[in-house]
């Protein structure tokens, strides 16, 4: 009996240990870990960040058009410093519910070494000087930046295919640690799956205010540790794009001229939507933009229908890789029918040549210059008549 009692005696004291205040204390503290600070961005709608109190950045990212019939998109990165003492001990390795949320891929960051699928991707790492970190791309036509095609060409920078058909060997042997992604766009990303890289989405494009994608500056400088750098970037776009908003402001509505944009390509006319980057420019440069009423990034429309949108227009704005120069000539050559917009009789074509110009490279973080072109050919007057535009010019 004795013996019996001493079992049940030991029992308890364990039942007691088990329930006891400490063990109640250690759930709590781990609990607190986690708790996180947001950190809002100010245009940008396709990713948010937040930082736990051991010092973790967290960043969600999903689609910033959110429209039905589009698929949906959500991932979550934890950001680790390399420096962090999780990392540090036990080769880097340690239980991941001890650090970050449940659900979120783990990052070891200042990535050094990446790949990239798109020139909208290279432009924020040529603007934060970070072409080091850049170790292949997807290709090099229409590319005009001197510094990557020599990277290029010395093999410090290797192409790697087009999406949809990689080179899976050129990938392993960049060894890179993350690699972006557009992944709405052809994909052929499961070979890539394979070889367990993180992928990261960078969906800067589908934002639907010019600064909304300048701003995808930061999500990038977040992986590779120029945060300061991308914010100070930043700072000096907002700023001269509000400032150059500002001068149109007192316009009144009747002095806004209108104006409509694309052309026709395989028996379709793409039509950019009303709540795109593009028809935030337009607005925030002083002309009305014809296709107003479509709330969603684009939409495919046939002749007929755009020319009931468009026929009186004041501008018609073009965005090609033409061969050559381009010519109200060969505008008409492309469809007969052109030659019926008011803004083609009377030669007011806005027009950007990227086999001339390295818009896709520069203009995702230059909205303020895009801008200020379109200021400068829809308001000539409130810009110095100097004024020596980058991208967009009336076509002679």
Known sequence: MKHIHFIICILSCVTLIACSPRSSKTSSSASSTLESREEPMSYAKGFSVSTLKNGIRLVDVADPQTDADRMPVSYHFALVPKTHPSVMEVSGQRETNELVPDGYTIVQVPVERTLLMTMLQLSNFTALDALDVVRGITGTKNLFNKDVRQRVKDGRIVKIGMEGNFDTELILASDPEVIFISPFKRGGYDAIKETSITLIPHLGYKELHPLGQAEWIKFVALFIGKEAEADSI????????????????????????????????????????????????????????????????????????MYSLASNADYWRILNSFPGEFSYEALKASEPRNELFRAFREKKVIYCNMKQTPYYELSPVTPDVLLADLIAIFHPELMPADYHPTFYRILR
Request: proline residues 1%; glycine residues 14%; negative net charge.
């Open 234 to 305: 930043f700072a000096g776009i907002e700023s001269r794009y509000e400032s150059l908003k500002s001068k149109v402001g007192s316009l009144k509505l009747t002095d806004l001229p209108t104006v409509f944009s694309g052309e026709m390509h395989g028996g379709n006319w793409y039509a950019v939507g009303g709540q795109s980057t593009l028809a935030q420019l337009f607005r925030d440069a002083g002309a009305d933009y014809v296709v107003k009423d479509d709330n969603t990034g684009g939409v495919n429309i046939e002749f007929e229908q």
